[in-house]
């Protein structure tokens, strides 16, 4: 029988209207580059979902990419950017920001957020530093929403350390990979306008959203970096063809689809984390978004893998595993009934 796989949320291709809108215009000719008219329609949609009527929208080709190519281009030559140390560029991006020049400065975080007292903390010993001028001066902090373990920032936490940043003179960037799962969330509180007017950048993630690839990266201000084009264009970041991720922003969000896809994959995820609990099993973070980590025997691990494939994600101790579970816009109910059905049939022992 084949396994039911729950190892990420980007194994599939992309949502149905996605693809039929990339068959659709499939034959269309266009200027390259992201300078066609679907870009440009799809940036209209971005301005209008986030109330930034002059921010400027960037299409880029997946998550790394646009974190190296829109930090280098926020920081200066002898500037760092500040990270919790669970964060996806401190662990999960093979370096690529320390590779563009520039220091990932982590902080410890609590539950793999960041809060203002972190960053005033930090900085206000970084400030009183006398050999300041001989280190890597911090100047832009960066957090993903929601976190590497699926956690939310709330408004009033993303108010906060909009505040320390501008105490300390620092931009703020929000990586958006799964940004559909947080404003899918009953939790969330933090809209698209939210983010356009607390951060200095932040990107849209369609590649574990309900694309076959691409993130729209928003600058809500603009100018708040010259020439972005030109430096995208110089790291290998500009795609020729970039009708193709313009149609599949138009179709995210001339309907509501983002929306609805993030909404069904965290009800799905609600389903998967209330069957561990019933099963007996802890969970190492709370289920907010689509991911769920269960705690689990070493044993329990080897067994949920013979029905159930999941990410390796740590080990707390010698006899315990943790394993990350994601759920998708693909993700069926038929599927979840299944890992529910086999949890509660005691597979776990």
């Known amino acids: 029988m084949e396994k039911l796989d729950f190892q990420s949320d980007y194994l599939e291709g992309c949502a149905d209207p996605v693809m039929e809108r990339l068959v659709r215009t499939n034959h269309e000719r266009s200027a390259g580059y992201g300078l066609d008219a679907h870009c440009e329609h799809a940036r ?93 001066q911090p100047a832009l902090v960066y957090i993903s929403q929601p976190n590497e373990y699926g956690l939310l920032y709330l408004r009033a936490e993303f108010e906060e350390l909009r505040r320390a940043c501008d105490a300390h003179g620092l931009r703020l960037y929000v990586d958006g990979a799964r940004l559909a799962y947080a404003l899918g969330a009953p939790e969330n509180d933090v809209t698209l306008p939210d983010l356009a007017r607390l951060a200095d950048a932040f990107y849209i993630g369609g590649t574990k959203c309900g694309t076959l690839f691409g993130e729209a990266l928003v600058f809500p201000r603009p100018g708040t970096v010259r020439h972005f084009f030109t430096i995208a264009k110089q790291r290998g970041a500009l795609l020729a063809k970039g009708r193709l991720l313009g149609v599949q922003f138009e179709a995210l969000l001339e309907d509501g689809l983002y929306g609805r896809i993030g909404q069904a994959a965290v009800a799905q995820a609600r389903r998967v984390s209330r069957a561990f609990e019933d099963a007996g099993c802890g969970l190492a973070h709370p289920t907010q978004t689509n991911q769920v980590f269960p705690v689990l025997t070493d044993e329990q691990a080897q067994r949920l893998g013979e029905v159930a494939l999941a990410s390796f994600w740590e080990k707390p101790d010698l006899g315990h595993t943790v394993v990350r579970l994601a759920t998708s816009w693909s993700t069926t109910d038929a599927e979840v009934d299944a890992l529910v059905s086999a949890l509660g049939s005691g597979i776990l022992g």
């Open 44 to 136: 209209e949609l971005v301005r209008e979902a986030c109330a930034a009527p002059g921010a400027e929208v960037h299409f880029l080709v997946g998550g790394t990419q646009v974190n190296e190519v829109a930090i280098f281009s926020l920081l200066g030559p002898c500037e760092g950017v500040i990270a919790a140390t669970s964060g996806h560029v401190s662990v999960h991006e093979a370096g690529a920001i320390e590779a563009g020049g520039h220091k990932v400065i982590e902080l410890a975080g609590h539950d793999g957020k960041l809060a203002a007292a972190d960053i005033d903390g930090y900085m206000t010993l970084w400030e009183k530093d006398g050999n300041r001028d001989h280190m890597v």
